[in-house]
């Protein structure tokens, strides 16, 4: 089973965009979910992550701008992305790990394909 990411698009700078994440079959559940991105030429970078209990956990460069949310039921989880910039331009991934605290793209199983997010200028 792979987590599907999806919802990305075009944005001007400034603008908001929420992204999905759902599991490409049953799953079972899955304690930590995770967000990364990786812009081009660039290595893929930790964006945000939630534990099933609720806890999120966020890189520094998204913090306020960046919300995490999951549905536990479901083993869905979605990013609202806020005040989007430039730099945030990149192809967005979402993945599960059994790790706490996991931020490390080691640390994360079930990569799925990405979704493109665009900021322009």
């Known amino acids: 089973v792979q987590l599907q990411a999806s919802g990305g698009g075009l944005v001007q700078a400034g603008g908001s965009l929420r992204l999905s994440c759902a599991p490409s079959?049953?799953?079972?559940?899955?304690?930590?979910m995770g967000w990364f991105r990786q812009a081009p030429g660039r290595e893929r970078e930790f964006v945000a992550a939630?534990?099933?209990?609720?806890?999120?956990y966020y890189a520094d460069s998204v913090k306020v701008r960046f919300t995490v949310s999951r549905d536990n039921a479901k083993n869905t989880m979605s990013l609202q992305m806020n005040s989007l910039k430039p730099e945030d331009t990149a192809v967005y991934y979402c993945?599960?790990?059994?790790?706490?605290?996991?931020?490390?793209?080691?640390?994360?199983?079930?990569w799925g394909q990405g979704t493109q997010v665009t900021v322009s200028s």
């Open positions: 993945a599960g790990s059994t790790l706490f605290g996991a931020r490390r793209e080691a640390d994360f199983r079930a």
């Open positions: 939630i534990r099933s209990g609720g806890t999120a």
């Open positions: 079959g049953r799953s079972s559940s899955i304690y930590v």
